[in-house]
């Protein structure tokens, strides 16, 4: 796997530590890559404190209530919920070694 470009900018930048933010069904497939990632480059003792933050409990947290149920009803729309099956097939196929490491767009269902 290539280095994700936010590993290139530490390097570059010498940071230390980093905040990614995205939304909630993309962490965990960010987070998956930012491990596979550190694992393939152990070689180059990297060190690098990472924090995964949800974009949308820091609007939540900056405008209690106020965006709340529109952040509830973006997830169930027919979009979001073809976006979670995405992001869960694209954990499992890490899992299983067939992850396509390349940016794709969402397939329409047939």
Same mark, same amino acid.
């Given at each position: 796997?290539?280095?994700?470009?936010?590993?290139?900018?530490?390097?570059?930048?010498?940071?230390?530590?980093?905040?990614?933010?995205?939304?909630?069904?993309?962490?965990?497939?960010?987070?998956?890559?930012?491990?596979?990632?550190?694992?393939?480059?152990?070689?180059?003792?990297?060190?690098?404190?990472?924090?995964?933050?949800?974009?949308?409990?820091?609007?939540?947290?900056?405008?209690?209530?106020? &965006?709340?149920?529109?952040?509830?009803?973006? &997830?169930?729309?027919?979009?979001?919920?073809?976006?979670?099956?995405?992001?869960?097939?694209?954990?499992?196929?890490?899992?299983?070694?067939?992850?396509?490491?390349?940016?794709?767009?969402?397939?329409?269902?047939?």
């Amino acid at each position: 796997m290539r280095n994700p470009e936010t590993l290139e900018l530490k390097e570059e930048k010498g940071w230390e530590k980093v905040a990614l933010i995205s939304s909630d069904y993309h962490i965990p497939r960010i987070k998956a890559l930012f491990e596979k990632a550190l694992r393939e480059e152990k070689d180059k003792d990297i060190k690098l404190e990472l924090d995964y933050v949800s974009a949308e409990e820091k609007v939540k947290e900056s405008h209690p209530g106020r &965006y709340d149920d529109i952040i509830e009803q973006a &997830y169930k729309t027919g979009d979001a919920q073809k976006r979670l099956k995405s992001e869960k097939r694209g954990l499992e196929d890490m899992e299983k070694g067939t992850y396509a490491e390349r940016e794709f767009q969402l397939e329409e269902e047939k």
